[in-house]
């Protein structure tokens, strides 16, 4: 099955810096590639998701990178703020309506 | 819609006895998802439907566990007789073609 690894498992930045979470995959068949942020005590949430036909997107701070060569894709996030702070969640999937598979997720620490 | 909704939101029991988890997917979507979840282990995908059919049970742990779908919209994660190592939070997630959204989550703590 899809194997997915994400490092580092713990990030603190200084607030206004970037952060930026990498992500590999094993499947080349993954199609779909979803990040999503959990705060404490409450359920993920998708922040942003880009397909295998698309290189890069953004959202305001937010930007995805996919490299499917590779079999890798990372999250950026620009000008840092302390609602940041929160657990964030790769994952891949290979078709619409099956599983995704998660990485052991990123712990993101923004400091003022 | 109100989303995934799952209960109980928290459940406290004693060692041996059974336990039931229960989720109500978004209307509409095809695919539900059973995770666990733990410090250690992060988010393990236990189970699987498709249309209603299991399509992928190799993430449940052991025979103590067993999951059902009857309708589209009612699902039910069943483990007997539970252990104290079943503690953690379990999450419904339910799917249509793209994203998942997840329901809040059933804390289990067994004593």
């Known amino acids: 099955g899809e194997n997915v690894e994400q490092h580092p498992s713990t990030l603190s930045v200084q607030e206004g810096d970037s952060a930026v979470i990498k992500c590999t995959y094993s499947d080349s068949a993954s199609n779909y590639f979803p990040w999503y942020k959990q705060e404490l005590g409450k359920r993920p949430q998708l922040i942003i998701d880009i397909r295998s036909n698309v290189g890069e997107k953004k959202d305001q701070r937010i930007a995805v990178t996919l490299n499917k060569t590779a079999k890798h894709f990372s999250l950026h996030i620009t000008e840092t703020q302390p609602e940041d702070s929160a657990v964030y969640f790769c994952?891949?999937?290979?078709?619409?309506?099956?599983?995704?598979?998660f990485g052991k997720g990123t712990s993101l620490l923004v400091t003022p | 819609d109100a989303g995934v909704i799952q209960s109980p939101r928290h459940e406290v029991t004693e060692m041996g006895q059974e336990v039931t988890l229960r989720c109500k997917p978004i209307s509409g979507h095809n695919s539900l998802f059973w995770y666990r979840q733990t410090m250690m282990r992060g988010l393990e995908l236990l189970i699987y439907f498709n249309n209603n059919v299991p399509i992928d049970d190799s993430g449940m742990p052991e025979d103590r566990f067993s999951a059902k779908m009857p309708n589209a919209s009612f699902s039910t994660l069943k483990i007997q007789p539970s252990e104290p190592r079943d503690s953690a939070v379990y999450f419904c997630?339910?799917?249509?073609?793209?994203?998942?959204?997840f329901g809040q989550g059933t804390r289990l703590t067994v004593v």
């Open positions: 994952a891949a999937s290979t078709h619409s309506g099956y599983a995704l598979n």
């Open positions: 997630a339910s799917r249509g073609t793209t994203e998942a959204f």
